[in-house]
């Protein structure tokens, strides 16, 4: 029952977010801006379609998943180790500094 309310919620984000894409290219906007109101009509913060909070968390950590596998995608190796040191130094202070806090 949970899995199919994952994937009904799923289904009306990305639905939300294919509007306001289209909506914002239309306009001659970046199409990240219709993403983001068809973020914010979606949220809790706005009257209307609100999903339980199980079912935010599971998208929002789908969205995680996505944006990683679309960077790794994009990433060639010689560009990382062109960048390794810097990238595996604020990758530990950023652990560092987290931890700490």
Known sequence: MIADNLFIHLLIALVA???????ASALRQPVLLGFL???????????GLVAPQPSIDALAEIGVIFL???????LSLP????V????????????????AL
């Open 17 to 23: 977010a294919l509007v306001g894409g289209a909506v």
């Open 37 to 47: 109101a068809s973020g914010l009509a979606l949220s809790p913060l706005t009257p």
């Open 68 to 74: 990683m596998f679309t960077v790794g995608v994009q």
């Open 79 to 82: 560009e990382l180790l062109r």
């Open 84 to 99: 390794g040191r810097v990238a595996i130094g604020g990758a530990l202070l950023q652990v560092l500094l987290t931890m």
